[in-house]
């Protein structure tokens, strides 16, 4: 169950996940895990500043959910949705997942792992490489990083 209406609907599912963020003043990034039956089986926002854990980004979050409702590590016939650009940790955490297919709305350029910085996710030396869509609800993603930066400023 993957096109572009689906993409733009979760997507805008891992916008509302960004959003919470806000209310314990991390950076709002969002990510859901969707089965490939159109299921969120996991969500997560970043929440590194509430949980005091530098590993609390909202892809890891989401792909631990996503793990125990499958009930094994690989997170297989889903796709994960997030707001930015994962960075080098979420990529391994997806590549060792092995979620088939990841759709990203905005790029990082500071330390994007996918297109940006490094091309982890299509790395040839790796044993698993998801397909990749970038640039979903892509202005609303990146504005919304714009203003909480812009606000801290």
Known sequence: MTGPEQDDRWMGAALQEARAALEHD????????VSDAGEIIGRGHNERELREDPTAH???????????????????DATLYVTLEPCT???????LSRVPRVVYATPDPKAGAVDSILSILS?????????????????EAADLLRSFFRARR
């Open 26 to 33: 991390d950076v709002p990034i969002g990510a859901v895990v």
């Open 58 to 76: 909202a892809e890891v979050l989401a792909l631990r959910e996503a793990a125990v409702h499958v009930g094994s590590w690989r997170v297989l």
């Open 89 to 95: 940790m979420c990529a391994g955490a997806i590549v």
């Open 123 to 139: 790395d040839e030396r790796l044993n698993h490489r998801p397909e990749v869509r970038s640039g979903v609800r892509q202005p």
